[in-house]
Nanobody, 123 residues
């Protein structure tokens, strides 16, 4: 079991930046691939970014070049640096953990989820 708690969400103007963090507790954090997903009102939850145990990163095309995922295994945290934010980035952002071989990009593949943190980007 692993417990995940997101923080860092808020209200920001278009073009601004936010940094989300996810703190993990429970089993060894380093065993897990970690992912960030988001869900806008009326839409399905979608993949944003993922990072493997070894630090390999994966991004959705919509955030590539603007968002950066990173992890600190010593502190049991994964972060999402979001730059050049757009109104369409508005959503609840979720952190997730997976113990598979390669970080998945589908919601159903992840075993553990945080409660989410709201990000609102105003135009």
């Amino acid at each position: 079991q692993v417990q995940l708690v997101e923080s860092g969400g808020g209200l920001v103007q278009a073009g601004g930046s936010l940094r989300l963090s996810c703190a993990a507790s429970g089993r060894t954090f380093g065993w897990y691939n970690m992912g960030w997903f988001r869900q806008a009102p009326g839409k399905e939850r979608e993949f944003v970014a993922a990072i493997s145990r070894s630090g390999g990163t994966y991004y959705a095309d919509s955030v590539k070049g603007r968002f950066t995922i990173s992890r600190d295994n010593a502190k049991n945290t994964v972060s999402l640096q979001m730059n050049s934010l757009k109104p369409e980035d508005t959503a609840v952002y979720y952190c997730a953990a997976d113990d598979g071989i390669v970080p998945p990009t589908t919601t159903s593949a992840y075993d553990y989820w945080g409660q989410g943190t709201q990000v609102t980007v105003s135009s």
